[in-house]
């Protein structure tokens, strides 16, 4: 044998990815690509009114029209047992009751009130319109101030109001830091109601089988061993009788992480007529009917000495749950009461946060999920304060941000920040913004009504979802399972449900650099709960940090075994031996060693097993974090904006960001960049709009507004690297970062651009009128 | 013809002669996806706005979720599945995988067939030329970037 | 989404396109790119019993110079339009126009007669065409009539075509010496329409505007011309100044819609601000400054 070989470190090199293949030449399979033979299709009847009761529905007409092989109601669904499951945000939530199916009344337009199944697609959805409903309309509620009051139309009758829960938080003493404060500076903000506009929208196809009473379910989901024994337990099939397969997702960015009406009507119907059920949902279905994001209105006090230190915080958050609650609707508002007070040290918190029902679409985790919201809020606050001390904003963070002595960390919020380093990341981004330059070319004045803005956001998040206790009912840890096969090939089983983030590429690489084995053989296999026997799923940048967790913990354990069966061929020491550069060798020795391909042979056809041994060479593990993970970071930017229309143009944008560990360059840029322009699209372009009866006024893509390639300058990014102690890879998650941190910086450039004008602060989305009608408002001329 | 019964129609698709019976309201994107089995284009607006649907016809880019499958009778259209020779990728779609062009993969059929018609027309494009060709081609999860880098370089690689 | 069912045809002439128009009347839309039409079919806000398909008649696809006028034929694309050389060098506003109307896939489709008959107010080439002073030809059952731009667009989604008519041809006078034209647009970033569409056709005489035109889209519930500026600006010297000051008057006449775009008052503003700004260019372009 030869010495060891020095193999390049494939962890942390550019990678190509492993899944591109079947997706760059069109065999990728989504949900709807699947054919099976005798298959249905189902259409829904939605409700078009916000808030009515259902006073008459006759499907006879629709039960007659070709093809039409079902027509249900609410009355049709004896079979499906208890109402759509819901998490509590604290002890004494309301959970309103949301059955598959609504019957008295529709509480948002799109509110899902009978189904069609038909043998093709189009007779399905001619039927649906053959559907008669009457309904009594009813006085909606959309504003969530409107809501909270006394006497404000009831979304569900049950309880005194709209009111779902109420969580507060208090640290420290907030009365005397506001009541000593040398300024206080209080403001009113938005965060306002998104779409996550996955490119594909939600797609099902159910597959019951009678003979062995067995139902497989394909759905374009972020979680298939979540839905598992949900959906075995809402139509009484034991857990083990059911198979959730998340096929190729086409985006998921949080609101594929539910579980939805049509997945259990699909499996339902199909158990029903024997037959496999599909249903696609249409885009306009995906605005009505898939959970939208955001939706918060916060009002913030912050107190500070007169030199800028922040003494206190005080916040109260009305947040929009929409109509109905699901899995994460109440939870991710108290995940903005967590990170209130981002990179900061405050000492003295007060937040009180209100869950509202409203007539509108149901809320529930969208890219960064309650996150986004807490550090726009924060970071407004700062740059607010700056302004009334007339400090520069990048100074006043410098005086507030937690020293890097001081971590790990506990916040007035009650989060443990394991490690960060903010100092180096503020550098690199100011220097490579220009931060000076850009201030003194802002000297000049605006040029032809055109007026030069910078903003910097420093930004931390709470992610690698995370501890069990804080996700109860669903659980934070992950499964990892791997094996090495009698050939020598590495087979890796995950629980997580990638869609896109690459992580077939990079648990790969992980798995290529602790054995030394090539790419090419290992697999990595995921969301299918009959290949993966357990996990959680994709959200919550949980993927590496916590999968990939559960998957070194298995290498290390499979790398103990490999020693054993080594040692016992080799007839040396446990002790003595090493796994790395495809071998197991001795120490000091590294000449004397074996293959892990005679490894894998003596595992599974041994000429003799080592004693108290078992053949097999393969682990799983459970990874059950200690703590979230909480990556951080700065972003700056440069904008224009034309005074005499509102335009903008972002000019040019930097990322430094601090994940931990990285696993792949490649996939964490892609991450920033796409997590980047989503929250460029929240800060100037996106928007949910509603009328006050809960019309959904932006129905369609024709409506609602995304950013397109040429609104976005090249996104310069670098990093820092402060490896998590918490993570056994060191790793913190990077997903939804980009957009956490994007918004509050690209606001506060235009923010910036226009002090001139005395502009303190401009609402999401910076649409151009609402820009102009600032300027306007301000009283200067254009 | 009748509203629902079939209405012949006869095309080329990635220089195979196909032929279906239709009814008049069926969607090029559905002959495409259900009638012939080419399940790589994708629907994911419905009006013609993101470019998931994107195909040749005649040569020409178009949005095959607002074209009807009988106004491609006689035609010859180009999809994703036409794109490669064979076993050997388009550079276009090799510079997808070398740069990261897509994540999630579902625009990435429309991303390409686009590209490939700007590269065919304009073979060394500027940035601005990309982006302006290209910006029928919705992505949620790539903040285009690395889309814009990888058709950049695949014309270097051509030219 | 998905159409209601509906009869297609496909006649190969103008004659038998009328023939059926004739036969099914109010059930009946004619198609032409079909970009605005098959989107509403798939909302279900459209649904014509009949489709008659302009796509395989002959002969109504071309670009012409024919000495006054320069001729195209109703279905010519807005590609073929944004990329004719003749169009860019002689009729900027109008390739200009064409070539900022949705993205290539759209323009690969859409056809200038189909953009014009079904006049959206959000469409780019109405306010084009009252710029022009256009003509638009039409040929109905009883024969071959031309109607002027400016008596075309009747009132939202409404033209002066009658049920039983074809759009055959788009007619633009040949432009005066130093003339310079632009189209200047404000777009809805979701669905690349028209918010604030100018077109500016500018004419000098030695250092004296000789003749403005200002055609707006997007703003009102039809396409119109901005007369007040036009007249203010006519005989002015050929400056930003006499640009600046006409401009002012460039939203005067117009009923502008709202909605969540924008609201009619920041529509009005738009107006003034692109006019100036279309005016100063197609004024640079007249006086050679390219």
């Given at each position: ?29 989504y949900t709807d690509d699947i054919q099976l033979m005798r298959g249905l299709h189902m259409a829904v009847r939605r409700s078009e009114y916000g808030h009515a009761r259902i006073t008459r529905i006759d499907t006879s007409a629709a039960k007659s029209m070709p093809g039409v092989v079902a027509v249900l109601t609410a009355d049709d669904l004896t079979d499906v047992l208890g109402p759509m499951p819901a998490a509590p945000a604290t002890p004494d939530t309301k959970i309103a009751p949301r059955n598959v199916l609504t019957k008295d009344k529709a509480r948002h337009v799109g509110d899902p009130i009978a189904v069609v199944v038909a043998e093709d697609r189009y007779q399905a959805r001619d039927a649906v319109d053959a559907i008669e409903v009457e309904f009594e309309e009813l006085p909606a509620v ?641 | ?159 | ?132 002073n256009a003509e638009l030809v039409a040929r109905g059952a009883s024969g071959t009539r031309t109607i002027a731009a400016a008596d075309f667009f009747t009132d939202l989604l409404s033209t002066a075509l009658e049920p039983n008519e074809v759009l055959t041809e788009i007619r633009i006078p040949v432009l005066p010496a130093n003339t310079g034209s632009t189209y200047l647009k404000f777009a809805n970033q979701a669905s690349g329409y028209a918010i604030v569409g100018i077109a500016a056709v500018v004419t000098v005489s030695g250092a004296t505007v000789a003749d403005a035109r200002v055609g707006v889209s997007g703003v009102g519930e039809t396409a119109s011309r901005a007369s007040g500026t036009e007249q203010a600006l006519r005989g002015q010297p050929a400056n930003a100044d006499a640009v600046k000051r006409a401009a002012q008057q460039a939203a005067d006449g117009i009923e502008p819609l709202g909605d969540i775009h924008a609201s009619a008052e920041y529509r009005s503003h738009l107006v003034r601000v692109f006019a100036e700004r279309a005016l100063n260019t197609a004024l640079g372009r007249a006086q050679g400054r390219g």
């Amino acid at each position: 044998m030869t010495s060891q070989v020095d193999i390049p470190k494939l962890v942390g090199a550019r990678v190509k990815r492993r899944e591109d293949p079947r997706l760059i030449t069109g065999n990728g399979q989504y949900t709807d690509d699947i054919q099976l033979m005798r298959g249905l299709h189902m259409a829904v009847r939605r409700s078009e009114y916000g808030h009515a009761r259902i006073t008459r529905i006759d499907t006879s007409a629709a039960k007659s029209m070709p093809g039409v092989v079902a027509v249900l109601t609410a009355d049709d669904l004896t079979d499906v047992l208890g109402p759509m499951p819901a998490a509590p945000a604290t002890p004494d939530t309301k959970i309103a009751p949301r059955n598959v199916l609504t019957k008295d009344k529709a509480r948002h337009v799109g509110d899902p009130i009978a189904v069609v199944v038909a043998e093709d697609r189009y007779q399905a959805r001619d039927a649906v319109d053959a559907i008669e409903v009457e309904f009594e309309e009813l006085p909606a509620v959309v504003d969530l101030e409107a809501a909270m009051q006394p006497g404000a139309p009831k979304v569900h009758d049950q309880f005194d109001d709209n009111v779902a829960f109420y969580w507060t938080l208090h640290t420290g003493e907030v009365d005397e830091a506001f009541a000593n404060a040398g300024i206080v500076v209080k403001q009113r903000m938005e965060s306002q109601r998104l779409q996550g506009v996955p490119l594909e929208t939600r797609a099902i196809l159910a597959d019951y089988q009678p003979g062995e009473d067995h139902l497989t379910l394909w759905t374009s989901t972020q979680a298939p061993h979540l839905l598992k024994p949900i959906i075995g337990g809402m139509l009484g099939m034991p857990e083990n009788h059911v198979r959730v397969i998340a096929p190729e997702v086409g985006g998921g960015f949080g609101v594929k992480a539910d579980l939805y009406p049509e997945e259990v009507l699909c499996c339902v119907l199909s158990r029903r007529l024997g037959r496999p059920v599909k249903y696609v949902e249409t885009r306009s279905e995906n605005f009505q009917a898939t959970v939208h994001g955001r939706g918060q209105l916060g009002e913030y006090e912050i107190a500070a000495t007169k030199d800028g230190k922040v003494t206190g915080l005080r916040v109260k958050i009305l947040a929009d749950l929409g109509a109905y609650q699901g899995f994460f609707g109440n939870v991710v508002p108290t995940l903005s009461g967590l990170m209130l007070t981002g990179v900061y040290t405050i000492p003295a918190l007060h937040c009180d946060i209100y869950g509202l029902f409203t007539n509108k679409t149901s809320t529930g985790a969208y890219r960064g999920a309650g996150r986004p919201e807490a550090t726009y809020y924060i970071e407004r606050m700062m740059d607010l304060l700056a302004r009334e001390l007339n400090m520069d904003p990048v100074e006043l963070r410098r005086r507030n941000l937690i020293p890097t002595e001081a971590f790990p960390y506990q916040t007035a919020s009650g989060m443990l920040y394991e490690s960060a380093n903010y100092g180096p990341a503020l550098e690199k981004a100011l220097q490579m913004i220009g931060y000076d330059r850009v201030r003194e070319q802002q000297k000049g004045g605006p040029e032809n009504g055109k007026y030069t803005g910078i903003g910097v956001s420093t930004w931390t998040e709470i992610c690698g979802f995370g501890p069990s206790a804080a996700l109860p009912g669903v659980g934070g840890w992950e499964m990892g399972k791997v094996t090495i096969e009698r050939t020598g090939m590495v087979t890796v089983h995950t629980g997580t449900s990638p869609h896109g983030q690459g992580q077939e590429t990079s648990f790969a690489q992980i798995v290529a650099d602790e054995f030394g084995v090539p790419m090419e053989n290992i697999r990595v296999i995921h969301s299918d709960t009959d290949k993966v026997a357990h996990g959680v799923g994709t959200f919550g940048s949980r993927g590496t940090t916590v999968g990939g967790a559960a998957i070194l913990m298995s290498i290390n354990k499979v790398k103990e075994k490999m020693k054993r069966f080594a040692a016992n061929m080799m007839d040396a020491n446990e002790d003595d031996l090493d796994v790395s550069g495809g071998r197991v060798w001795v120490k000091g020795s590294p000449d004397k060693g074996v293959t892990i391909g005679e490894v894998a042979a003596a595992a599974y056809f041994p000429a003799a097993f080592p004693p108290d041994t078992e053949p097999g060479l393969e682990a799983i593990s459970y990874f059950e974090p200690p703590n979230f993970a909480f990556p951080f970071g700065v972003h700056a930017a440069v904008v224009e904006v034309d005074s005499a229309t509102g335009q903008i143009a972002l000019k040019k944008y930097v990322a430094v960001d601090d994940c931990g560990t990285v696993i792949s360059p490649l996939l964490v840029a892609g991450q920033v960049h796409g997590g980047v322009a989503q929250g460029i699209g929240q800060a100037f372009y996106e928007d949910v709009v509603y009328d006050e009866n809960g019309q959904l006024i932006s129905g369609t893509l024709m409506d609602y507004a995304l950013p397109h390639a040429e609104d976005f300058p090249t996104f310069e990014l670098d990093r820092t690297v402060t490896p998590n102690p918490m993570n056994p890879l060191g790793a913190k998650g990077i997903g939804e970062a980009g957009t956490i941190a994007a918004s509050p910086t690209v606001v506060s450039a235009v923010v910036d651009a226009l002090k001139p004008l005395g502009i303190k602060h401009i609402d999401m989305p910076l649409k151009p009128e609402r820009v102009w009608r600032t300027i306007q408002a301000a009283g200067r001329p254009s | 013809m009748a509203a629902n019964s079939p209405y012949q129609i006869r095309l080329t698709v990635n220089g195979e002669p196909r032929e279906a019976g239709v009814p008049a309201r069926r969607t090029l994107v559905d002959l495409l996806r259900y009638d012939l089995g080419l399940t790589g284009t994708k629907e994911a607006c419905s009006v013609g706005v993101c470019g998931a649907c994107t195909v040749l016809l005649n040569g020409r880019l178009v949005a095959s979720c607002i074209t009807l499958a009988v106004q491609a009778d006689g035609a010859l259209i180009t999809t994703i599945e036409g794109v490669a020779e064979g076993d050997r990728l388009h550079p276009l779609q090799q510079a997808f995988i070398e740069h990261g062009g897509f994540q999630c993969g579902i625009c990435t059929p429309g991303q390409i067939v686009a590209a490939k018609a700007l590269l065919d027309t304009n073979p060394q494009p500027s940035e601005d030329e990309i982006k302006d060709w290209m910006m029928g081609n919705l992505c949620r999860c790539t903040g285009y970037y690395q889309i814009v880098e990888s058709i950049a370089r695949a014309a270097g690689a051509r030219g | 989404m998905i159409p209601s069912a509906f009869e297609y045809h496909s006649p190969t002439s103008v004659e038998d396109a009328l023939g059926l128009l004739g036969r099914f009347g109010d059930d009946a839309k004619l198609l032409a790119g079909g970009h605005s039409l098959i989107p509403l079919m798939k909302l279900r806000l459209a649904a014509p019993e009949h489709l008659i398909d302009l796509g395989r008649v002959q002969g109504l696809s071309y670009i012409r110079d024919e000495g006054g006028a320069i001729a195209i034929g109703a279905m010519t694309t807005h590609s073929a339009v944004a990329a004719s050389e003749l169009l860019r060098s002689r009729v900027a506003v109008l390739a200009e126009a064409a070539a900022s109307i949705g993205d290539v896939q759209v323009r690969n489709r859409g056809t200038i007669g189909g953009s014009l008959a079904h006049a959206d107010p959000g469409a780019d080439l109405p306010g084009v065409m009252l710029a022009l002073n256009a003509e638009l030809v039409a040929r109905g059952a009883s024969g071959t009539r031309t109607i002027a731009a400016a008596d075309f667009f009747t009132d939202l989604l409404s033209t002066a075509l009658e049920p039983n008519e074809v759009l055959t041809e788009i007619r633009i006078p040949v432009l005066p010496a130093n003339t310079g034209s632009t189209y200047l647009k404000f777009a809805n970033q979701a669905s690349g329409y028209a918010i604030v569409g100018i077109a500016a056709v500018v004419t000098v005489s030695g250092a004296t505007v000789a003749d403005a035109r200002v055609g707006v889209s997007g703003v009102g519930e039809t396409a119109s011309r901005a007369s007040g500026t036009e007249q203010a600006l006519r005989g002015q010297p050929a400056n930003a100044d006499a640009v600046k000051r006409a401009a002012q008057q460039a939203a005067d006449g117009i009923e502008p819609l709202g909605d969540i775009h924008a609201s009619a008052e920041y529509r009005s503003h738009l107006v003034r601000v692109f006019a100036e700004r279309a005016l100063n260019t197609a004024l640079g372009r007249a006086q050679g400054r390219g």
